[in-house]
């Protein structure tokens, strides 16, 4: 029995299809794609008209907590949020506690996602605990499952040890994704440092602290010929700067999140703490150059940033909050929004952010619609109106700027692997 999906718009950035076909699963895979297919009998028949039918979207960047904080997130809770976005694949990231950098850790997150909806990829943190002092074994942790290594959350300020990371991690060709921010210049800050830090007397965060960090990173990686990925780029020179890298032939790419594309600083006078994030919203002419490097190909990816926090820590005054956002819930209508609809990005310039791009950058051989390959679909409504409320939010967290704003775009289907995980507003 299989499952054939009939007369949506088939969009696959990978093969820069954009089109009328149909889909034939079988098993777990991609059996055929054309023109007026037919079901076999006892196939089930998924009628799509009206609806985008997408590559499986893929977040390389999500916080699940697990292990350390399971009463915020957990990892297959975290993964039936993603599928109910429209994610069959993320990559969850080592900051948790204890800090993922062993292969047992790694195992521990795979092992806790296989009874999960989607495919979970775990990265590893790039020293041992996270202090920023000691490789962790980076063999180890890549034959246990690792696909990549970062320092999310606490960034190397070492350049000896990026530098070994950069090259160590050459060897099993994965990437390292850096958290570009340099804490001496960020100095505790709360948001961006500027107009409105002043007005609002708020300590501030210069667009200086990431960008100095992305230069000497690029540079590092330059030095040692390996592969770099910055995470969430905020301003107008990080942009820049991982422009000028490409140009310069080193292997460097960049993702941002939905927040910065969608938002400037001026949420924080509105929203206080769940509109505090690090890196912060920045200014916007940021955020239109934010969607100009996502529009000419300067960021290669959209990434969540997906970062639950317990209503408690949240409501506290903005200095004692903790940074961080959730994001996989209005990623999706953000994108249509935003991009499609606000900037008219083509929905191949749009999802290939979250589809084969990122697949790319971390090895997952996943993210593109074609004969042969694992059936990871997401099947999206374009037209259809969201309002971001506390009934279309079904994280354990709540933590969001959006809430109340209405956006385009709804998941109608999530299949991974072959299986229907997401369909009728229900995780299966």
Known sequence: MGIVIKNGRFIDPASN???KLDIVIEKNRIKDIGNNLHPSSGDEVIDVKGSLVLPGLIDMH?????PGREDVETIIGGSQIAAKSGFTSVCTMPNTSPVIDNQALVRFVIMEAEKGPINVFPTANITKGGKGEEISEMGELVKGGAVAFTDDGKP?????????????SRMFNVPVLSHAEDKLLSDDGLMNEGINSVRLGLRGIPREAEEVMIARDIILARLAHGRLHICHVSSSGSVELVRRGKSD?????CETAPH??????????EYLSMAKMNPPLRTEFDRKEIIRGLKDGAIDVIATDHAPHALFEKMQEIEYTPFGIIGLETAVPLIITELVRNNNFSYIEAFSKVTCNPSDIVNLGRGRLKHGEMADITIINPEEKILIDDKFLKSKCKNTPFIGQTLYGKVEY???????VYANNQVR
């Not at 999500?62 to 697990?66: K, L, T």
């Not at 032939?249 to 790419?253: F, N, Q, R």
Request: charged residues 25%.
């Open 62 to 66: 999500v916080h699940f907590r697990e």
């Open 260 to 269: 910065y594309f969608a938002l400037n600083d001026n949420a924080i006078e």
């Open 17 to 19: 299809t954009d089109d």
């Open 414 to 420: 999530t299949i991974c692997n072959g299986e229907v």
């Open 156 to 168: 190397v300020m070492n350049s000896l040890v990026m530098r070994r990371a950069l090259e160590y």
């Open 249 to 253: 032939g080193i292997s460097v790419t």
